[in-house]
């Protein structure tokens, strides 16, 4: 089955640095990754995703690219505020199967 | 908004016990999951569902049975509960479509003694 690696276990940047989150994945059939925030003691909501017919999405802030060759994927925030601080989750479907595989998580902690 | 309930919050349980955990959504989403939150392992797949009456094991099934009796609950039993089940469960619910974004419930906080 699909195994999905977070490479960045924890984060630590500057208010107002820029952060990178980088996942891999193993199944080459995977077409849709989503990411998903966790901040401290609460659960997890949605924050952005990218399908394989594109190679870059962005709102505001964040951006997320796919290299479908090397099967990476990275979250990218700019102009990081501490309010990003969070877990963040990398997940990985394939076309016809319902059921994300997720990363590890990111620990990302933003310092003012 | 999409919304999805876990009951209980928080349950103390003994080891060798049965233990249910709750999840309602009002999404009328067919798909629904439920994962574990360790520390050093992410969130791991226990069981999932496409609809009521269907249940499908995920990567860590064992030691877990899952029921579907309606499109808005699925419910998580521990038969014989075990220290190592001690942990944060999470149930979602998700549309069947090229996004399938989950939304998740608060979470269980589970202790086994």
């Known amino acids: 089955g699909e195994k999905v690696e977070q490479h960045e276990s924890t984060l630590s940047v500057r208010e107002g640095d820029s952060a990178v989150i980088n996942c891999t994945y193993t199944?080459?059939?995977?077409?849709?990754f989503p990411w998903y925030k966790q901040e401290a003691g609460k659960s997890l909501h949605f924050v952005i995703d990218?399908?394989?017919?594109?190679d870059r999405k962005q709102s505001q802030r964040l951006t997320v690219l796919l290299d479908k060759k090397a099967k990476r994927f990275s979250l990218h925030i700019t102009a990081t505020q501490p309010e990003d601080s969070a877990i963040y989750f990398c997940a990985a479907r394939s076309g016809g199967n319902y059921k994300p595989t997720f990363g590890k998580g990111t620990s990302l902690v933003v310092h003012p | 908004e999409a919304a999805v309930t876990q009951s209980p919050r928080n349950k103390v349980a003994v080891t060798g016990g049965k233990v249910t955990l709750s999840c309602n959504q009002t999404n009328n989403h067919n798909n629904m999951y439920w994962y574990r939150q360790d520390t050093g392992h992410g969130l791991r797949l226990i069981h999932y569902?496409?609809?009521?009456?269907?249940?499908e094991k995920g990567d860590i099934p064992d030691g877990y049975k899952a029921s579907r009796p309606s499109q808005e609950n699925f419910s998580l039993i521990l038969e014989l509960a075990t220290p190592s089940q001690t942990s944060v469960y999470f149930c979602?619910?998700?549309?069947?479509?090229?996004?399938?974004?989950?939304?998740f419930g608060a979470g269980t906080r589970l202790s086994v003694l």
């Open positions: 569902s496409y609809g009521a009456g269907s249940t």
């Open positions: 979602a619910s998700g549309e069947q479509g090229s996004q399938n974004t989950l939304y």
């Open positions: 199944d080459t059939a995977s077409s849709y």
């Open positions: 990218i399908r394989s017919n594109v």
